[in-house]
């Protein structure tokens, strides 16, 4: 039976902050849960929802959803705390994290996760969490060995790749979000993942900073877009890979995007790639993991955009040195999100998102929606789409 599928919460006014008021339905249930009728109302000053799904209020709109050691860190649980007090006063959204391994998870839900390195289990309970919490956001909380990415073959999607590709995977949390199985992401929900290499907690303290500045300020703001690989010289922020000798040394254009990068909110890569470094067509490095770490993207919280690039949004060990991925690099750094992709073929939808995230609509919104958009093009737009990756707040949105 499908779930409830619900759009993005109505944002109250930055004043006056809203709560659900739920009651159960006798008549009408999913699964074995019942449904709940809500409505909103203002919030008295001072009052607070249950912190806890232990406190008998179920209802919410998202999910922070990790398992084994990563719950364990009392920084990570005080941020995780603030994270979801902030989401609330500015956004009118309750959320909660649960470990999916949990005795809580079976006690409250009726399931939990008994073998962590099955995705399929994983998308068992998440299921199940959103069916009795009417939750249609889910942020998953760590990186992949935390939490495993879905994986599945093309061919199961009932695609054939052009070009001799033979049948390559689709890896992505998109298919999490599937839950009548035609491996589209169900309408009205989306998810992301906050990354980190194992159960480390400072990319994900990192992420949760940057997006309760973001949403105590209003939100992002996109100014100055800088687009680095393919683009023409004459654009307003393009730099072109074969002009700027982004990797030499003494090159004053390296120093002036180096420079530049931090003053944008938008920062757009373009060109091939893998999970540590973007490439130029002659696989000259034109902005590594290691490039990260010059920046401070605190200032302005950029959304990145790497899924021109193949395998940009892996999560994969360290490749020499201590940086690690990109999606974690630019995380820590204080992107607000980092859009890429984990697939070696396809079709962007790159339009579509910016679109949409240029509109006012949240960025897990504007993927999502982008993916289904695709998907009902053909197969070979769906396996591509579902390559496409979130990392950080998916409730994040353009300044009013």
């Not at 105590?216 to 393009?238: I, Y």
């Not at 890979?241 to 090159?251: A, H, P």
């Not at 420079?259 to 920062?267: D, T």
Request: a negative charge; one cysteine or more; glycine letters at 10%.
């Amino acid at each position: 039976m499908d779930l409830v599928r619900k759009t993005s919460p109505e944002k109250p006014t930055r004043r006056q902050f809203m709560i659900k008021v739920c009651k159960a339905s006798a008549s009408a249930f999913i699964g074995s849960a019942p449904l709940l009728s809500c409505r909103r109302e203002a919030a008295s000053p001072g009052s607070t929802l249950p912190n806890s799904f232990a406190g008998g209020d179920l209802r919410r709109d998202m999910v922070l959803a990790g398992m084994g050691e990563i719950g364990k860190d009392g920084k990570l649980m005080e941020m995780m705390g603030r994270y979801k007090d902030t989401l609330l006063a500015t956004e009118g959204i309750n959320s909660e994290y649960l470990e999916l391994d949990s005795d809580m998870a079976r006690e409250v839900f009726g399931k939990k996760v008994e073998d962590r390195r099955d995705w399929r289990e994983v998308k068992d309970v998440i299921k199940r969490v959103c069916e009795i919490t009417g939750a249609s956001k889910v942020v998953i909380i760590g990186g992949t060995s935390v939490v495993p990415r879905p994986e599945i073959a093309t061919s199961e999607v009932g695609c054939e790749v052009p070009g001799g590709e033979g049948d390559p995977s689709i890896s992505s949390e998109s298919l999490y979000m599937d839950f009548d199985g035609d491996f589209v992401p169900d309408e009205g929900f989306c998810i992301s993942r906050l990354p980190s290499l194992g159960a480390d907690p400072e990319p994900i303290i990192a992420a949760l900073q940057t997006a309760i500045e973001l949403h105590e300020s209003g939100g992002l703001t996109l100014e100055n877009p800088v687009r680095v690989g393919w683009c023409e010289p004459e654009e307003a922020g393009c730099y072109p890979s074969d002009e700027y000798c982004m990797r030499q040394d003494g090159c004053s254009r390296r120093d002036r995007l180096i420079a530049l990068l931090p003053s944008s909110g938008l920062i757009t890569f373009t060109g091939h790639g893998n999970a540590f470094r973007f490439f130029d067509n002659d696989r000259n490095i034109v902005f590594a993991n290691t490039d990260v770490g010059l920046l401070d993207l605190r200032r302005m919280h950029p959304v990145v955009v790497g899924y021109f690039s193949c395998n940009t949004g892996d999560i994969l060990e360290r490749l020499g040195g201590e940086s690690g991925p990109l999606a974690v690099e630019f995380m820590s750094a204080g992107a607000s999100n980092f859009i890429a992709r984990t697939g070696t073929f396809g079709i962007t939808c790159a339009d579509s998102v910016m679109g949409l995230l240029g509109e006012g609509r949240m960025v897990g919104d504007a993927l999502f929606n982008s993916i289904r958009d695709a998907a009902k093009r053909n197969c070979l737009f769906l396996a591509s789409a579902l390559t496409l990756v979130l990392y950080g707040d998916p409730t994040l949105h353009k300044q009013e």
